[in-house]
């Protein structure tokens, strides 16, 4: 048995359910991803403006687009593959497929990318309220250095080391990731690496983004109490009406408490799996708790746009009506041709 795999740790982890959940989760995000981008155009052809951070928000969405893409793709090979036969895991085969090294990348640099844009929406936020923020073109092109190129060169660096690969499930569901064939050390690094460490420090930034602004406003809103104490009722209602119109911002600091309800099981196993690989503890009621964050992980690790599309969509009064008044005229349209064409065959 090959670099510390232990067959029973891997066989009959993945049921019917957790391909399911998969096939769900990344197809409704698909699903989601389109009917974001086409609620995005129908707001810029309305001549409705069009802010930087809903501009990051298509990009989140993009990057979350193709992590689904990639994860139908692993729960495809999954099917057809033979990775969770017995031998296979005993022997740790050196020599994974070219299909498993293009999912695994494409996932690993997708889902960082989310992670990235996730926290850049918050800092953004954060940061555009200062006196001292730079131009919007070169915070545009540095947010996008960061959000594409850093994920892009750890995955580079990842697939020349070989360390991409089939991870058994270990830190994953029915998808491809780091290689469970690495030794202990090598194994967490670059599951630390390649995600899961960008994904912890997205959960607290954001936290940390969301206090900092909401003492601002609170701050705001005591300094204008005492102000408006020698105002006109009509000075105070004014500062009021101006005071609400950026809560919408809020909305999108909700995208990372999103993306904790929906990855927090992932990070839990992960956490969990690198304890036990470390410290050669056995954990109470390990295996069945992972079974369990699995089928959540399964889901979760690939609903990231289909929860934007809710949140930006359909929860949203005013892309709902676009959506609706869309639609709503295309049926006109359909219903109108009809008579049209009875119309002319009369004449």
Partial sequence: MGNNTDPGEYIDKINMSDIVLTLTGASLSIVGAFVLFFAHYLRHKSGKPVDEVRQFLIFLTIADMFN????LSGVARFLNSEDFTEDKVAACHRHEEFGCIVQSYVTALFSMSSFF????????LFWTNEDNSPSSFKKTILYHFITWGIPFAITTAAVSKNVLGSDLSAGSGAWCWISACLPHYDRTLWMTISGKGWEILMYFSCCAFYLLIKWRKIQI????TKVNIGLSPRQTAVQSVEETKPHED???LLL???EV???????VRYLTAAVRRHTTKELKSYNSVDHVFLHFQSFGDSAQALC????????????RNLLKDKLCCSQKRSEKRPLLTRQTTTC
Wanted: hydrophobic share 55%; charged share 15%.
């Fill in 68 to 71: 689904a893409i990639g994860l």
């Fill in 117 to 124: 844009w996730t926290t850049i929406i918050a800092f953004h």
């Fill in 256 to 258: 990372w408490l999103i």
């Fill in 261 to 267: 309800a929906l990855r927090i099981f992932g990070t």
């Fill in 250 to 252: 809020l909305r999108f």
């Fill in 308 to 319: 934007s599309c809710l949140l930006f969509c359909i929860f949203d009064n005013e892309m």
């Fill in 221 to 224: 809103r005591r300094h204008r």
